[in-house]
C-alpha cells in the first residue's frame, strides 16, 4: 500500500477523534458553531454560476499576502466568483473588515476549509466545483490535492515556500513528494531557492518569482481612533510589542521597567497575537495596566496598554513607530511578519527565531531596517536607543519602506496566471 492510501486510510479512522477536536475548538473560541459543517464539507451555501477560483490559505498572513491578488483577479476577470477559504476564525474575521473595504464584497467568499479526510474535501470540491484552485503558501493537503486532481481541477501553488528543514523531510518519502508536489500545474516561489527545492521534490519549474509579502498594501487603520489616542498621549514616549505569544510578554514587561528610569512617562503597548489572552496578559504587569478590550484607553502616566483586539495593529504601528515584532524570543519562534510595520515605516526589531521569515528579516537587516535582539536587556537597549535618537529611528522606517514596497507588479501576475488556469 502506497504512502498516500496508508494517509487516506488513516484520517479516514481519524474522523470521530477529529469531530471531538472541533468541539473542543468550539468551546475555546477557535471554531464557529454555526459554520461547524464547513470543516466537514457540509455548505448550505449555493455554488454561484459562471467560473469558480478557489484560493486556500492557512491563517491571517497568508491572506494578507494574497488580499492583493483578489483585487487584481477582480479587475482582470469580473465575472470570476472567487471562493477564499481558510482555518482559522481570525482570518475569517480578517476577511469580514477587509474584503467590503476592498469593494470584493459579494465578488470573493469565505468559507472554512474542510478538515483534510477524504470524505469531507470530496464533499467540499463536488459542491463547489472550482474551475481552478491555489494554495497559499506551504498548504500541502493530501486528500484535497488528490481531490482535485481526480476531478481534473488545475492546480498552482501560489508563495511557495518550502524550507531546508522541510525539504530534507519530504525527500525520505520521495513517492509522497512527487504525488503532491508534481500535482501543481503552476508554481509562484517565493526565491529561486524554494523554487529549486519544489521542482527537486518533483514540482513544475516556477513560472514566476516573488514574496507577495513585499506587495502587500499597508494594514488599515481608523484615522478618527488615530488622532484620538494621539491627543491622549500628548507626546508620550510609547513603544510597540506587536503579535506576542506565551512566553513574550514577560519578556516585554520586563524590557518595560527596564526602561521607565530614563523614560518616567513610557507606554508600553502590547498587541497579542491571540486576542483572548488579553486578561492573562494584564495579570503579568506591575504597576499601571489598562486593557482595549475591556473599552479601557492607555495608562494616564507610565504603563502598559494591553491592545486585545482584532485588526487594529495598523493603528499601533502608527501611533508608535518603534516596535517588535513577535513570535520570535523568549521560547517561541518561527517569527510573524516584519513586513507589515516596515511598509508603515517603523523602526522594527526581532528576536533570534525568525524560521518563518528568515529571508525577509535577512534583506531588512541587510538594509539596516531591521535589528535583532536577545533577551529583555537587549530589547530595552534597542528600544531606548529609538527613543532618544529620532533620526536615527526615520532612517531605519526610510529604509523599512523601501524594501517593503518590491513586488508591486507581482499580485498582477499571478492574477493572470490563475486566470489563465481557469480556461
Known amino acids: 500500500m502506497s504512502l498516500a492510501a496508508i494517509y487516506s486510510v488513516a484520517v479516514t479512522l481519524a474522523a470521530p477523534g477529529l469531530r471531538w477536536m472541533l468541539a473542543r475548538r468550539v468551546a475555546r473560541g477557535k471554531e464557529i458553531a454555526a459554520r461547524l459543517g464547513e470543516r466537514y464539507g457540509v455548505d448550505a451555501t449555493p455554488r454561484p454560476g459562471g467560473r469558480v477560483l478557489w484560493l486556500h490559505a492557512a491563517s491571517v498572513g497568508e491572506t494578507v499576502s494574497v488580499l492583493p491578488v483578489l483585487a487584481a483577479v477582480a479587475g482582470l476577470a469580473p465575472d470570476v466568483a472567487v471562493l477564499m477559504t481558510t482555518g482559522t476564525v481570525t482570518s475569517a474575521r480578517l476577511l469580514e473588515q477587509r474584503l467590503p473595504a476592498m469593494g470584493l464584497e459579494g465578488v470573493v467568499r469565505h468559507r472554512f476549509v474542510p478538515l483534510d479526510v477524504p470524505a469531507w474535501a470530496g464533499r467540499f470540491l463536488d459542491h ?53 508536489f508534481g500535482a501543481f500545474d503552476r508554481v509562484q516561489a517565493q526565491s529561486e531557492a524554494d523554487g529549486g527545492r519544489i521542482a527537486a521534490l518533483g514540482g513544475a519549474a516556477s513560472v514566476l518569482t516573488g514574496n507577495l509579502k513585499l506587495a502587500a498594501p499597508e494594514l488599515p487603520v481608523d484615522e478618527g481612533e488615530l488622532a484620538r489616542l494621539r491627543g491622549l498621549l500628548g507626546g508620550r514616549p510609547v513603544w510597540l510589542a506587536a503579535s506576542t505569544h506565551p512566553g513574550e510578554d514577560a519578556v516585554v514587561i520586563e524590557a518595560h521597567a527596564r526602561l521607565l528610569g530614563a523614560f518616567p512617562e513610557l507606554l508600553t503597548v502590547i498587541v497579542p497575537r491571540h486576542p483572548e489572552r488579553g486578561a492573562e496578559i494584564v495579570g503579568l504587569a506591575c504597576g499601571p495596566v489598562t486593557r482595549r478590550g475591556a473599552g479601557e484607553d492607555p495608562p494616564g502616566r507610565a504603563g502598559v496598554y494591553v491592545a486585545d483586539t482584532l485588526g487594529e495593529l495598523g493603528l499601533f504601528y502608527r501611533l508608535a513607530g518603534v516596535a517588535f515584532v513577535g513570535k520570535s524570543i523568549g521560547g517561541v519562534e518561527g517569527g510573524q511578519n516584519p513586513l507589515e510595520p516596515a511598509r508603515l515605516g517603523c523602526a522594527v526589531a526581532m528576536g533570534p527565531a525568525v524560521q518563518n521569515f528568515a529571508g525577509i528579516v535577512a534583506e531588512l537587516e541587510g538594509a539596516g531596517a531591521l535589528a535583532r535582539v536577545r533577551d529583555a536587556a537587549s530589547l530595552a537597549e534597542w528600544v531606548g536607543e529609538m527613543l532618544r535618537e529620532p533620526e536615527r529611528r526615520a532612517a531605519m522606517g526610510a529604509a523599512g519602506r523601501k524594501v517593503a514596497s518590491g513586488a508591486a507588479g507581482l499580485p498582477g501576475e499571478v492574477a493572470a496566471m490563475l486566470v489563465g488556469m481557469l480556461g
Open 128 to 180: 463547489w466545483r472550482p474551475d481552478a484552485a491555489a494554495f497559499v503558501e506551504s498548504e500541502i493537503w493530501p486528500s484535497l490535492i488528490g481531490g482535485c486532481v481526480k476531478r481534473g481541477i488545475p492546480l498552482a501553488l501560489v508563495n511557495a515556500r518550502l524550507s531546508e528543514r522541510s525539504f530534507r523531510g519530504w525527500r525520505r518519502v520521495p513517492g509522497l513528494a512527487r504525488g503532491l
